[in-house]
């Protein structure tokens, strides 16, 4: 035999495949009928699900009544820092150039927000199989990390007003921080409904919304705090500032902190957390327990999105067994602990 001469029975995706090799790959979901198996002595082939075309990504922009109000809150910032910025470079103030900055970064991150809600209702592709909606878990996670470098550089600006002289605080910035408290509180309306610490995520864009809220929403905090820290120093109170800022930085940690460990939970991709780690456990030791199955092994257990568990699972299946039976029970275990969308290997 050549060299360069594959072996007989090779196959390029699996290897040495023999006539009785018996390796499945079987995928259901809850609203799927029963798939077609098709098995040859060295391949395995399934109908390929309707997917379009690779790179076919199509936004819909404004589609929906909350991207059309973020939309006009980008605006409004957008315009709002640039007015700043122009201001604060004819009349040197660096305090007004820093929020702008501020400000601009911030609306960096709503667009990538918008950009997700978009980008989520594009259909699945040959490149991206399960769909885009991931985006919008994404685009949350990026919210809530900027939040928490919020929090960070207020607690350092806290330190600084601590450090320094506050007989020379400047109190111009009181009409920036009223202008952009009327605007966020704006947003704030637009997403009240997830104006709330901890939210149970049914989708993808419960996600998204939140962290918008909670963007706007921190934002208001700072602006209010700001204004408090200006009157009380205006009335004389010792380390006002000092005082204003620290209790903001705390709030905006505790505002975002529970978004920001769900949005990466989903993103290490943990177990699903609607699903018993006992429960996960019981339904290995009833499928070990199958007279037909010999072992289980390589169960993983994650969510796509809120709301979209998948699984995958390795059943070594003994000689003679009815696979077709096995693969329906196992199903019917996990589909009951709310598993969307399971892939079963079967190996004998």
Same mark, same amino acid.
């Given at each position: 035999?050549?060299?360069d ?7 390029? *995706? ?9 390796r ?6 809850? %609203?799927s009928? @029963?798939?077609?198996?098709?098995? %040859?002595? !060295?391949?395995?082939?399934? $109908?390929?699900?309707?997917?379009? $075309?690779?790179g ?5 922009w ?46 960096? +991150? ?7 809600? /978009? ?23 990026t ?28 109190h ?11 605007? *966020? ?6 997403f ?5 610490? *901890? +939210? ?7 996600? *998204?919304?939140h %962290? ?9 905090v700072? !602006? ?5 820290? =200006?009157? &009380?120093? =205006? ?17 905006? &940690? @505790?505002?975002?902190?529970?978004? &920001?460990? /769900? ?27 199958c007279?037909?199955? !010999?072992?289980v092994?390589?169960g993983? &257990? ?9 699984g ?11 696979c077709? =039976?096995v ?16 892939? +079963?290997?079967?190996?004998?």
């Amino acid at each position: 035999m050549a060299m360069d001469e594959p072996p007989k029975g090779w196959n390029p *995706n699996y290897g040495v495949v023999g006539s009785g090799d018996r390796r499945l790959a079987f995928s259901r979901q809850l %609203s799927s009928s @029963m798939p077609r198996l098709a098995r %040859s002595d !060295s391949s395995i082939s399934m $109908p390929p699900p309707p997917l379009a $075309p690779t790179g076919a990504i199509t936004f819909r922009w404004l589609a929906t009544r909350p991207m059309r109000r973020l939309a006009l809150l980008i605006a409004l910032n957008v315009a709002y820092s640039a007015t700043e910025l122009a201001i604060g470079l004819l009349t040197a103030r660096v305090g007004l150039v820093s929020d702008a900055f501020h400000l601009t970064f911030g609306c960096g +991150i709503l667009t990538f927000s918008l950009f997700a809600m /978009a980008a989520s209702r594009t259909k699945p592709d040959h490149l991206y199989t399960y769909g885009y909606k991931r985006l919008e878990v994404l685009a949350a996670f990026t919210n809530a990390l900027f939040l928490l470098f919020l929090s960070f550089s207020l607690a350092v600006e806290a330190l600084h007003a601590f450090m320094q002289d506050e007989s020379e605080h400047k109190h111009y910035l009181i009409v920036s921080a009223v202008t952009n408290l009327l605007v *966020n509180l704006l947003g704030v309306w637009f997403f009240r409904s997830y104006a709330r610490v *901890n +939210i149970v995520y049914r989708k993808a864009e419960d996600m *998204n919304y939140h %962290s918008v809220c909670l963007h706007v929403l921190a934002d208001s905090v700072r !602006s209010a705090g700001l204004i408090l820290a =200006s009157w &009380f120093l =205006s009335l004389g109170v010792e380390n006002a500032e000092v005082l204003c800022l620290g209790i903001v930085s705390v709030a905006v &940690f @505790m505002l975002v902190l529970p978004l &920001f460990k /769900a949005t990466g939970n989903i993103l290490l991709q943990i177990a699903p957390g609607n699903v018993p780690p006992s429960a996960l456990t019981k339904c290995f030791r009833q499928i070990s327990a199958c007279e037909d199955v !010999s072992e289980v092994c390589q169960g993983r &257990f994650w969510e796509l999105v809120p709301g979209h568990a998948v699984g995958s699972l390795d059943i070594r299946v003994k000689n003679g067994g009815d696979c077709q =039976s096995v693969l329906d029970y196992v199903h019917g275990l996990y589909q009951d602990l709310g598993i969307q969308d399971l892939t +079963i290997q079967t190996d004998e």
